[in-house]
């Protein structure tokens, strides 16, 4: 993948017009580490399949009052701040959806 190289095994040239054919193709990495890198990239980058939505808890791990109370005032506060998100990408030709609540997960483990 000459356009965009996961990795360089060489450091870019340091001068203008001093790089050969044969610089170039020693620089980029071989295809055998190219696919396995993207095959790692591809991996991690997808939504895991048992998704939780930040500020969703599947198992209930506090009954008493004031926890309970802040834990939905979080999800209050999320609704909210999605809910606007949402009502602002209306009006985008492209909508930024990296930060709405909905799309980010509770947790994170590879």
Known sequence: MPNTPISLQL???????TTSEATMLNTLPNIGASAQRMAILCL?????????PLGQFPEEHFSERIPCELKNGFKGELE???AAIKARNRKLDIPYTYLDPTEIENSVAI
């Open 80 to 82: 909210v701040l999605s």
């Open 44 to 52: 991690v980058s997808k939504p895991p399949f048992d998704f939780v």
């Open 11 to 17: 450091p870019p040239p340091t001068t203008k017009g």
